[in-house]
């Protein structure tokens, strides 16, 4: 896709997220745009940095790296996919944020690690809220206990909740899925556990983001509607 046309989605997209915003009494300016690039090579990916975009998200490590080899001067970089263990170490010192903390041996894995190199780590947990068998992620019965646990390995910040809702035609049928996840975070909350300050809720696709930013979506990770499929 030309840098045009990228350009275009862009905007488009950013009144579409100001829309929602106004609908629902926030500020565009609470909900972080992700630009999805996994779909797309190296060359759209600069020009979608190009283009002003600070965040980006990539979901497999094989392909990213050598992207965020290139660019990674460049804008903030989020990790989005299923998450090996043994891929830990590549993901550590390049991005800046994990979206899919879904377990007890990846916590574990991605503490050592950090604790090696002395680096914080921010993580969101990632909660299957829909229950799909193919999707990734704690059930929201585990959530507590599992934010517990991370909560007292002291290289790893919890700072949100990420989900992925199932994919629909009528975005409005995935709305409870988002405002569970918004219930579950404010349950968070009142635990107080420590060292979580602010909780981001990273929810919302191209398919969905208006409906997630309605119901409270600090981050949404867009890839197709912002920069089609090169593949
Ligand atoms: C691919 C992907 C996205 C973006 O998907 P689009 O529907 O193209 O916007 C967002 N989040 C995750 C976790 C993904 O894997």
Same mark, same amino acid.
């Given at each position: 896709m030309d840098s045009q046309t990228i350009a275009r989605n862009i905007e488009r997209v950013k009144a579409t997220i100001a829309d929602a915003c106004r609908r629902s009494g926030?500020?565009? +300016?609470d909900v972080r745009l992700i630009a999805v690039?996994?779909?797309?090579?190296i060359d759209t990916t600069r020009a979608v940095l190009d283009l002003g975009i600070e965040h980006i998200g990539e979901n497999r490590v094989q392909e990213a790296v050598p992207k965020y080899d290139k660019l990674g001067s460049r804008g903030t970089w989020h990790f989005i996919g299923h998450l090996q263990s043994n891929k830990v170490k590549n993901v550590l010192g390049r991005f800046t944020y994990i979206h899919s903390l879904d377990r007890h041996s990846l916590a574990k894995e991605i503490q050592k690690r950090a604790a090696k190199r002395a680096m914080t780590v921010n993580c969101l947990l990632q909660v299957n809220?829909?229950? +799909?068998?193919s999707k990734f992620g704690l059930a929201p019965s585990e959530l507590v206990e599992f934010a517990k646990e991370v909560a007292e390995?002291?290289?790893?910040?919890?700072v949100g909740l990420m989900t992925m809702a199932p994919f629909v035609d009528n975005p409005e049928e995935v709305r409870p899925v988002f405002r569970e996840l918004r219930s579950l975070r404010d349950q968070l909350y009142r635990?107080?556990?420590?060292?979580?300050g602010k909780l981001e809720l990273s929810m919302g696709m191209s398919n969905d983001y208006t409906v997630a930013i309605e119901e409270g979506a600090t981050m949404v990770r867009l890839g197709s509607v912002l920069v089609g499929r090169e593949s």
């Open positions: 926030r500020r565009p +300016e690039t996994k779909y797309v090579g809220v829909s229950g +799909e068998k390995m002291s290289n790893i910040r919890i635990l107080e556990l420590p060292q979580v």
